[in-house]
């Protein structure tokens, strides 16, 4: 018996089930792509897989149904796989561990991947059936969403039919997303200096090397909830530094790290330093000071952050790195909600996340690493915004990439398909739904430029903490969107 046996509607939460036990966190896709892949060819469906591990399936429509226009039903497969630090789980070979509390499924010490494995699951529950009316059907699959949707970018859509597009990628219910910012992923490379002949060797015979982690962050995804004003635990980080390379003149940089994903707010990043032993007391004062300062500034909406010297340990071999300029350099980096729209209310127009923070070697050379997503619903306000972060870099001396660059999606004034969904949810639920755009991005822009005329909204259940070791999707909503998207196919136009 499955963890979620006896929960409703069984054929949705019995694919779901099937998906966790396959790892398919980002770049880790060919085992659950080849999984689909045999899926489709078992239940005798037209079913293409790409060299981008992409997914597609056709099933032709159910009787009564022949005529009416082909839907296309649309998620990914790869999720944000996260895991709690002390649980020393890789995600890269171990399955989801999956809980049921109350009217919510999570998984212990991990990430769920409900976005966006419910929508995988869904698509499947449908392709399998034999009792459900609809329309032909064309289900997209795609890998690599969550950095940068890779997959959608890359695909061939040429194969189908359909010019709508029901998206089943968002986390509220009742709201119909029907715009999205686009967005780009920007890394920032900043050569690392190794310090002098005479530093190394007063540090080798008189410093310590001492550990600092910032902890406790709520964190979360990087579109949907950065306008909560989370801390970023990258972005303190480089502060620490910076105040650390001003107060100790004899110090250095022995390592950073923070961050999974750069389209999820980091909770924790580590800082590793070589100081003098003389000044160690210094330290302890200057990060408990940061502390206090940080959890004042925290306080609603951070109130477990924690800074804390974690380890002090003798030297060890390794290299010593200056740290005057990469504490500057993150210091001057912009992070968070760039501006509000000015058109809807409410909703953040341009915004960045420094979401993974690193040493790198690249051609043998040490480089700090940093990883922001970029957005905007304005693609002149992200242009500004990145050529900002290239020349911050740019003057400290470093290099900047972009990846991952896709358009934002236009709200469409006439939508024949939004207008269905408002009028089926009205007769299910009596009342009306929110349609709305919003800053976090999905596939439906890359989609809108592979098929003319593309009409598409997006919907899915209600999912909470989504990218972080505390992500939860409901159970009742679930059951809903699902009856929801049967209705919708159900509905037979004249």
């Not at 809980?99 to 499947?124: F, K, R, Y």
């Not at 923070?258 to 000044?279: F, H, Q, S, V, Y």
């Not at 923070?357 to 242009?383: D, I, N, Y």
């Not at 290099?399 to 007769?427: C, F, H, N």
């Amino acid at each position: 018996m499955g963890v979620l046996s006896g929960l409703e509607p069984s054929a949705v939460w019995t694919e779901f089930e099937q998906i966790c036990r396959i790892p398919h966190g980002s770049g880790n896709c060919k085992v659950i792509s080849d999984f689909l892949v045999r899926f489709g060819e078992e239940h005798g469906l037209f079913v293409r897989q790409d060299e981008h591990l992409n997914v597609i399936f056709k099933k032709p429509a159910t009787p009564g149904y022949e005529d009416q226009p082909p839907i296309i039903l649309q998620g990914h497969m790869d999720m944000v796989a996260v895991a709690t630090p002390e649980s020393g789980i890789d995600m890269r070979v171990t399955p989801l561990e999956l809980q049921v509390e109350g009217d919510e499924i999570c998984a212990n010490h991990t990430s769920l991947g409900g976005d966006d494995g419910i929508a995988v699951a869904m698509c499947l529950a449908l392709l399998k059936s034999t009792d459900i009316p609809h329309p032909p059907l064309e289900v997209i699959l795609t890998t690599e969403e969550e950095v940068g949707m890779d997959g959608a970018r890359a695909i061939d859509l040429s194969c189908l039919e359909g010019h709508r597009l029901l998206n089943l990628d968002s986390e509220e219910e009742g709201v119909f997303l029907a715009g999205c910012a686009g967005g780009a992923r920007v890394t920032c490379l900043l050569p690392l200096d190794h310090i002098g002949s005479d530093g190394v060797k007063t540090l080798r015979e008189n410093g310590i090397r001492v550990k600092i982690r910032i902890s406790g962050l709520q964190g979360g995804h990087s579109g949907s909830e950065i306008h909560r004003g989370r801390a970023n635990a990258n972005h303190l980080l480089g502060r620490l530094l910076s105040l650390i390379a001003d107060e100790f003149p004899t110090m250095a940089l022995i390592g950073v790290e923070g961050g999974l994903a750069d389209n999820a707010i980091p909770r924790e990043a580590t800082l590793t330093i070589a100081i003098l032993k003389k000044d160690r007391n210094a330290c302890h004062g200057l990060v408990e000071r940061m502390e206090r300062d940080l959890r004042e500034i925290y306080a609603v909406k951070d109130p477990q952050l924690a800074l804390r010297i974690v380890e002090e340990s003798p030297m060890q071999p390794g290299p010593l790195y200056i740290a005057v300029t990469p504490g500057d350099f993150l210091c001057s980096l912009p992070n968070g909600v760039q501006a509000m729209s000015a058109d809807v209310e409410g909703l953040v127009e341009t915004s960045l996340n420094l979401g993974i923070l690193k040493m790198a070697q690249v051609e043998g050379a040490p480089f700090l690493h940093a990883e922001f997503s970029v957005r905007s619903s304005v693609e002149p306000a992200k242009e500004l915004l990145i050529d900002q972060l290239r020349a911050v870099t740019a003057l400290a001396g470093g290099i900047t990439g972009i990846t991952g660059d896709y358009p934002g999606w236009k709200y469409r004034a006439d939508s024949p398909l939004r207008d269905k969904m408002v009028r089926v949810y009205e007769q299910m639920y009596g009342k009306t739904p929110k349609v709305e755009a919003i800053h976090a991005g999905v596939e439906c822009g890359l989609f809108s430029t592979k098929i003319e005329n593309l009409d598409c909204v997006s919907i899915g259940p209600d999912m909470r903490n989504i990218h972080t070791t505390e992500e939860h999707l409901s159970i009742s909503s679930s059951k809903r969107t699902w009856e929801f998207v049967l209705g919708i196919l159900a509905d037979r136009e004249s």
